[in-house]
Structure formats: structure tokens, C-alpha cells
């Protein structure tokens, strides 16, 4: 998850992996020594940071052996996994590893009714539909019966808002290109931006040729909410999809039945629907370029 992810808090890990802080804290604790993680605690004005995790030297050399690879061609540089302590786009990665921790921890739950079956890296994201869209995530949840895939456009508040709303025409190239109707959800930092971004993505969404074929919600990340889930979600209504009020994640695949998976992925090649990484760490090695599918 690391080498996939660049970088996730204790609190992420902790969703992730361990039952409680204490064991996570123990067995970080050996790992670090053993140098298959790194940590740095980022400064911040108020209160104290969490320790903040990456893959260090030894943990690089054992994902290379674990799939017969030279470690020397995995590309993986310390300096380079441990730069991302000093990158401005920091807080962005790990707000939108939070984003998916939040739901993981949802999946384990002893009472749990949803599930994260799927979640792809912006690095990823950006190997598969780069030359047309680049979004900061993917990711797939099944809850109820029911099942959405979604692109995530984690906004930090520091992004014109005309930029953030262009991003839907590459949206449509996209989904003309694949027949693969995807929705679009962007979490915003506060309640203000999210009425600003909404006005700035529907004037958008109304000038594509087709706008139907991509489906967008509004969300914004209040404080002490973190529930993706949750009944949040705010669609931006088209003439083929009105209903008032916030919905929950699962709901939005009975809103918009265009944007249903299939039961299983495709077997050719990379696609949007593949989902066999999932949640688990990836081969090292950079994914199969894709297909003409995907406008190549």
C-alpha cells in the first residue's frame, strides 16, 4: 500500500491493517527499525502531527524479491519516497488516502454492510487515462446490493475553480472513448466552495455534448465528518437525474443505473472495470499500457 499510495498517517495505517493502536504502534515500531518504512512527523501550527509513514529501503527490496523482480528495476529511490515530506502536495495525498482509509475501516467493521473492492493511485490512474483525464483516484464500493466505481476529485481549495470544472470535458472524452460511463465525485474543503464549485461544474456540465454520460456529486469535508459513505453526496441535476437531497454513496448506483459495473470484469487487457489489485499491494512493475480502448 505504500508503494502504491507514497505515503499514509499512523491513524491509515491503523484503519487499514491493525485492530488497535497499540499493535500497530508495535509492529510499526519493528518495522521501522528493520527499515521496511520510513516516518517523518510534519510541523503544524496547532497541535501535533501524526507520524507519517513511507516505504523505506528494505521493504522496496522485499516487494521486488516477492515478485522474482531485481529491486534495481522497480524504481524505487529512498530519497525520492522520502522527498514527499517536503512536497506542497503533502496534505493533498494524504487527504485523499483518507478519503479511502475512512472506507476501509468501514468494510471491517463487525456489523458492516459495504465494502471497498477497488482503489487506484493518482500515479495509476495517470498510467491508464493520462492522455485524457487525470484524476486523483479510482475507486469501486459495494454496498446493499449495490455497486458504483467513481473517479474522486479531491479538492484542496488551492485550485481555480474554472480548472477544477474544465476537468468534466475531459470526463466526456473519456467516456466517449471507453462507452464507460464513470462518475465524478469531488469532495471540497468547506461548505462555501462547495456552493461555488457546483455553480462552476453545473455551467460546465451544461455545455458538454453529452452530459449525461458523466454523472457528478458534491461533497464537502466538514469537520468531525469523514464518512464518505454517509448520506453527503449531492448530485448535480441533469433533465435525466433529479432528486433533491444528499444521498448516500450507494444510493448514487440507483440514481444513476447508466453507471452500474457489470458482475465481473472484462477479461482483455486493462480496463476500467478491472479490479484484482483491489486492495492489495500491486507488482511493482507499471501496469499494462492500455488498450485502443482507451484512445491510444
Known amino acids: 500500500m505504500l508503494y502504491e499510495h507514497k505515503v499514509l498517517t499512523s491513524k491509515q495505517i491503523i484503519e487499514l491493517c491493525y485492530p488497535s493502536k497499540r499493535a500497530a504502534n508495535h509492529r510499526l515500531r ?16 496547532k497541535g501535533t502531527a501524526p507520524m507519517h509513514y513511507v516505504l523505506d529501503i528494505a521493504g522496496a527490496v522485499a516487494l521486488a524479491y516477492e515478485d522474482g523482480l531485481d529491486p534495481k528495476k522497480i524504481g524505487y529511490r529512498h530519497e525520492d519516497a522520502l522527498g514527499i515530506a517536503y512536497s506542497l502536495r503533502l496534505a493533498h495525498t494524504v487527504g485523499i488516502n483518507g478519503f479511502f482509509t475512512s472506507l476501509v475501516a468501514l468494510s471491517q467493521q463487525p ?22 483525464v487525470r484524476p486523483d483516484a479510482y475507486g469501486r464500493w459495494r454496498e446493499d446490493g449495490r455497486e458504483i466505481e467513481f473517479f474522486l476529485e479531491f479538492d484542496f481549495g488551492t485550485e481555480a475553480l474554472g480548472i477544477l470544472s474544465s476537468k468534466l470535458h475531459d470526463y466526456e472524452k473519456l467516456a466517449t472513448a471507453t462507452g464507460i460511463s464513470t462518475p465524478v465525485l ?28 458523466v454523472p457528478v456529486a458534491t461533497t464537502a469535508g466538514v469537520a468531525g465528518e469523514r464518512n464518505p459513505a454517509a448520506a453527503r453526496w449531492l448530485p448535480i441535476s441533469t433533465a435525466a437525474s433529479r432528486r433533491p437531497g444528499r444521498l448516500r454513496l450507494a444510493e448514487l448506483a440507483q440514481l444513476w443505473p447508466q453507471a452500474a459495473p457489470p458482475a465481473a470484469p472484462p477479461s482483455p487487457a486493462v480496463s476500467i472495470r478491472e479490479v484484482s489489485l483491489a486492495l492489495s499491494a500491486p507488482d511493482p512493475l507499471p501496469p499494462p499500457q492500455p488498450t485502443s480502448n482507451f484512445g491510444r
Open 186 to 213: 469531488v469532495w471540497l474543503p468547506t461548505n462555501s466552495r462547495e456552493t461555488s464549485a457546483r455553480s462552476a461544474l453545473t455551467t460546465t456540465l451544461a455545455q458538454l455534448d453529452r452530459p449525461e454520460l
Open 30 to 45: 519493528d518495522l521501522f527499525t528493520w527499515r521496511v518504512v520510513d516516518r517523518f512527523q510534519p510541523f503544524v501550527n
Open 111 to 132: 456489523c458492516a454492510t459495504g465494502h471497498l473492492t477497488a482503489w487506484w493511485s493518482e500515479l495509476r490512474c495517470l498510467r491508464l487515462f493520462g492522455d485524457m
